[in-house]
């Protein structure tokens, strides 16, 4: 009897610790929460991403908008590093593309037009006299139908977009479709898929503005940024290319080793004149090698090291030169001047009206996928 009641134990034990096991396993988590009302009366939910480290992403279904993703300091100390709001209606009337999907053509096209086979199509020109960041209503600006995944390895969030043939001006229906992935390498994995039923040009990025310190106020001049690229684009004073593809050895370009945003941006040089600071597209080293380091910043105060990989062949490095006080941050203060900095992976602005670019149409039967991934670690 006595052998029977032990042997009962020890199997209720293992059970337990099995569960436990288990549970251990499964702490990533997803938060769905009400975020607010457009203005045309949608309902927009906001999912928060956890891993088990403690890292935090919350996106909402509008835009597909990264509000605030928390990060571990040296300390061990989670803060938000992302500029964004605390309400919908900010995101909809003030937002300069804060944390948003970009689509269907992220970065600049020329006085907003293009061909293909010998038809032009005019689009939205919302930026001086160039189209910017795919018209007036981008797929930041719209809702994202959402899902959910989450098991021991990941949270995933799976949004997806039918835009329409003509949409913004834009020829072809495309299916887009954009996963979050969190993982507990502190990694948050952007994987964009779409195809299309007409000839027709795709350049999707995220649009987040970092400040690693999470004073999300102050100055990103200290930040210590590398950038894998031998040359990067000049621009013209309206921010489209040149065509040329210019050498960074010694430009105020030159971010092949790590070097402090505020290092150079002073310069006299009529290209940091034009963007007003950095604003510009760098050639890619390693193209066609697949999912690569391409950039990373480092916050010395706090220690966080942000490392992104990527297998697109440009980024768009920018300092957060438009930002000017006016905005309110989430924590109370203003975004003033170069309080945050985007890293955007893609292809190169105005590529349509630049042949010697790499080519951003896609055909009917085409599969357009790229990835990037955004790697938090301390230092
Ligand atoms: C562009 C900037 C623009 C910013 C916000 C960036 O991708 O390069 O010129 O001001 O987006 O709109």
């Known amino acids: 009897m006595k052998k029977i009641y032990f042997l009962l134990l020890l199997l209720s034990l293992i059970s337990c610790e099995n569960t436990k096991k288990k549970e251990n396993m499964s702490l990533f988590k997803i938060n769905k929460e009400f975020f607010g009302k457009t203005n045309d009366g949608a309902i927009v939910d906001q999912y928060t991403l956890k891993n088990s480290n403690g890292m935090e992403v919350s996106i909402i279904s509008y835009g597909g908008i990264i509000t605030s993703w928390k990060a571990k300091d040296r300390n061990g100390d989670y803060k938000d590093i992302v500029l964004g709001f605390t309400n919908l209606s900010d995101y ?178 009529t290209q940091l004149t034009f963007g007003n600071g950095y604003d510009h597209c760098w050639v890619l080293n390693k193209q066609g090698e697949g999912i690569r380091i391409v950039a990373s910043a480092y916050d010395p105060v706090s220690g966080r090291l942000l490392e992104v990989y990527s297998d697109q062949p440009g980024i768009q490095f920018y300092s957060g030169n438009f930002l000017d006080g006016t905005l309110e941050s989430k924590d109370g203060g203003k975004y003033e001047f170069r309080s945050g900095f985007c890293l955007e992976t893609q292809h190169y602005p105005n590529s349509p009206n630049q042949e010697s670019f790499p080519s951003v149409t896609l055909n009917p039967g085409e599969k357009y996928e790229t990835e990037t991934i955004f790697r938090f670690t301390t230092r």
């Open 92 to 269: 909809e009337t003030s937002s300069p593309y804060f944390g948003a999907i970009i689509g269907r053509y992220g970065n600049r096209i020329r006085e907003g037009k293009f061909s293909l086979d010998g038809v032009e199509y005019n689009l939205a020109v919302n930026n001086g006299e160039n189209h910017l960041h795919g018209g007036l209503k981008g797929f930041d600006k719209v809702i994202w139908d959402v899902k959910e995944e989450v098991n021991d390895k990941l949270a995933s969030l799976i949004l997806r977009y039918n835009s329409m043939d003509m949409e913004e001006g834009y020829p072809g229906n495309l299916d887009v479709k954009v996963t979050y992935t969190l993982t507990n390498d502190d990694e948050l994995r952007v994987r964009y898929e779409a195809d299309t039923d007409k000839k027709t040009v795709v350049n999707l990025t995220q649009h987040s503005y970092f400040n690693l310190s999470a004073g999300l106020s102050r100055d990103i001049l200290s930040h210590q940024i590398t950038i894998d690229a031998d040359s990067y684009l000049p621009v013209d004073k309206t921010l489209i290319p040149t065509g040329e593809l210019r050498d960074v050895e010694g430009t105020p370009f030159d971010f092949r080793e790590s070097k402090r945003v505020g290092d150079d941006i002073y310069d006299k040089d």
